[in-house]
């Protein structure tokens, strides 16, 4: 009898103690109910307390539960989904398998303010992941450049040049300073359909182009420091050359040089397209309103009183990163610039239109070549023997 008693009291501890023993870990998956699609950054977390966490690009996730733990349900909330409430005595092995619904809610502050809270993280999880994306180390390639001027929607001046670049840091974050000092460039053959007659003639925009690499250089949406400047929104995600992208639109609320790179800024506002596999900067475009426009670069200020006056200046820029040689590079970049002048003294009225591309043609990871200085000015004469061997790669 005593042997029975006793076995039976060890039978209920061990079905008290050992199959009840709290949850420490609860991990699993969270998937949309109608595409099964994973769900990033949804948030899950005990009921009443700070303990959770929030699901990874694959919709998964894992959080410990302290052994003071108090909670009975486990709760589940992303933007545009019915929220989930689960009784935590109903999780198994602490595996949990959530499906949400989608649901469609009217545009309220609290939507708008979680939305942006899921956006500023995926543009953070881009600017960390830079490092392992894009090239790293020093690097040089050659280019082609083109410029052309237009006014009233004329073409009037045509730019064309063979360029070599040099990049003694390749791809990290660096303010302006340190990429002007790291990254030099000179012009190995020019052909233009007009002469060189003033210093104006002979200028380039080549420093504005490579400001406009927006994963390399300072001063835009991709700039930690300023993030929580800018009002993000997210548009319609879409497929871009195959791979499944984040489109998010931002607007910088006060624009100045230092967020811009653009001295005389009024707004500036553009879209970033992420990618969802590796939260890569796949393509960017930007538009901006300025009240002037230096002829030494968006970053200067004016040193004398113009003899043309702008009633209303803008431009946009458009950059794409492709994958060389199993890592990511800015492979096309496109800039217009509008202007609407008036004579000073005659009153007349104008416009002025400026189209520039940069297109990289040749990479060199392996034996970069290294060389320092900038050339902003060139005269080069036309030499119709080198261009033959580019013709091809401009077409």
């Not at 998964?60 to 933007?79: D, M, R, W, Y």
């Not at 302006?176 to 233009?192: E, M, P």
Request: glycine share 6%; aromatic share 14%; charged share 20%.
């Amino acid at each position: 009898m005593e042997r029975t008693i006793t076995f039976t009291i060890f039978f209920f501890l061990l079905v008290v103690f050992g199959f009840s023993q709290p949850l420490s870990l609860i991990s699993g998956t969270i998937i949309d109910q109608t595409t099964k699609e994973p769900i990033p950054y949804a948030n899950i977390g005990i009921e009443g307390t700070y303990t959770g966490g929030a699901s990874d690009i694959a919709g998964n996730f894992e959080f410990k539960v302290p052994s003071t733990n108090t909670g009975t349900f486990i709760l589940a909330s992303a933007v545009g989904y019915k929220g989930i409430r689960i009784p935590i005595n109903e999780i198994k092995n602490g595996k949990l398998q959530l499906e949400m619904i989608p649901v469609a809610y009217d545009l309220a502050v609290v939507s708008v303010n979680a939305q942006s809270l899921v956006l500023y993280r995926i543009i953070k999880s881009a600017i960390e992941a830079i490092g392992k994306n894009y090239v790293k180390g020093p690097f040089s390639e050659k280019a082609y450049y083109k410029s052309e001027v237009a006014v009233n929607k004329d073409s009037i001046l045509k730019d064309e040049a063979i360029v070599e670049i040099s990049d003694m840091k390749g791809y990290i974050r660096e303010s302006d300073y340190q990429s002007y000092i790291h990254i030099n460039y000179r012009f190995l053959g020019v052909r233009r359909n007009f002469g060189i007659k003033s210093l104006a003639d002979g200028m380039n925009l080549m420093d504005d182009l490579l400001s406009m690499d927006i994963v390399r250089s300072g001063g835009n949406i991709l700039d930690e420091n300023f993030l929580k400047n800018y009002d993000l929104s997210q548009d319609q995600s879409i497929q871009f050359e195959g791979d499944s992208v984040w489109v998010i639109n931002y607007l910088l609320k006060e624009p100045d040089l230092s967020r811009t790179g653009d001295y005389y800024v009024i707004s500036y506002r553009g879209k970033i397209f992420i990618s969802k596999t590796n939260y890569a900067v796949l393509k960017n475009e930007t538009f901006v309103k300025t009240s002037y426009y230096s002829t030494f670069g968006r970053s200067f200020a004016k040193t004398t009183e113009p003899k043309w006056i702008p009633s209303s200046i803008d431009y946009e820029f458009s950059t794409i990163y492709r994958k060389e040689k199993n890592v990511y590079k800015m492979s096309y970049l496109k800039y217009i610039r509008h202007s609407i002048l008036k004579n000073a003294t005659s009153g007349e009225i104008k416009s002025l239109t400026f189209t520039n591309h940069l297109i990289p043609t040749e990479l060199n990871i392996l034996n970069p070549l290294m060389f320092k200085g900038r050339t902003y000015y060139t005269e080069l004469a036309f030499d119709k023997s080198f261009w033959n061997g580019f013709n091809l790669i401009v077409k």
